[in-house]
């Protein structure tokens, strides 16, 4: 069966440093691959998303970035971190388009992040 | 542009009732859509999909209906149990040329024993 691992679960940082959160997917391959993040009372904001080793394709203009360096690990950095990032953070995944279109997304159990 | 919204942010329901979730979108090239359940600091669990080629889609006490004339959505839950109690999300899928998932705002459903 699949799975997704992600950490850390909680994260505290000050402004201005640097992020690196990580996922990683296990019992499939080719994952089409996300981040989304959750801001405080709101619903779920799609950031970035993979359909492959190196695709990335980016949501919303901010101060993250993503990657994919493996085809089952996808990284969401940030080289300066801002307040307004602070909000809990989730990898999911879904099955490529030919092995089954209407695939469901499936999460990973997220990362709180607080800026500080 | 919110193309998935759902404008009740929470709901009451009582033990054994039936608990309906709604769900609107704007985007008429949606065709794939999907509920999850969230528990606070959890990542949001997949419940129920449908696709635009069915109206009505049952998993045991989860039914989800598809209206696609009026771009609706609704999410049956009977008959609902103090479990239930989390955060219910609707998304939507365009299948063609996209693989983005976008989720609307959550309805916080509470089911009263």
């Known amino acids: 069966s699949q799975t997704i691992h992600q950490w850390p679960a909680t994260l505290v940082q000050p402004v201005g440093s640097p992020l690196s959160l990580e996922c990683t997917v296990e019992g499939t391959s080719n994952p089409n691959l996300y981040w989304y993040r959750q801001a405080a009372g709101r619903g779920l904001q799609l950031l970035f998303y993979s359909v492959g080793i190196g695709q990335i394709s980016s949501e919303v203009p901010q101060n993250l970035s993503a990657s994919r360096p493996q085809d089952r690990q996808f990284i969401l950095s940030s080289k300066k971190l801002l307040l307004s990032d602070s909000g809990f953070y989730l990898c999911?995944?879904?099955?490529?388009?030919?092995?089954?279109?209407?695939?469901?997304?499936?999460f990973g159990n997220g990362t709180r992040l607080t800026v500080t | 542009d919110q193309q998935v919204k759902q404008n009740s942010p929470s709901l009451s329901v009582q033990e054994g009732r039936i608990s309906i979730l709604n769900c609107d979108y704007t985007?008429?090239?949606?065709?794939?859509f999907l509920w999850y359940k969230k528990y606070p600091a959890e990542g949001p669990t997949f419940l129920i999909s449908?696709?635009?080629?069915?109206d009505k889609n049952e998993d045991g006490r989860f039914t989800v209906f598809l209206n696609k004339s009026a771009k609706h959505l609704s999410l049956h839950i009977v008959p609902s149990q103090p479990g239930d109690s989390a955060v219910y999300f609707c998304a939507a899928r365009a299948t063609s040329g996209t693989y983005k998932y976008i989720f609307g705002t959550g309805t916080r459903l509470k089911v009263l024993a």
């Open positions: 449908i696709s635009s080629i069915k």
């Open positions: 999911a995944w879904s099955a490529r388009r030919d092995r089954g279109w209407n695939s469901p997304l499936h």
């Open positions: 985007n008429s090239m949606f065709d794939y």
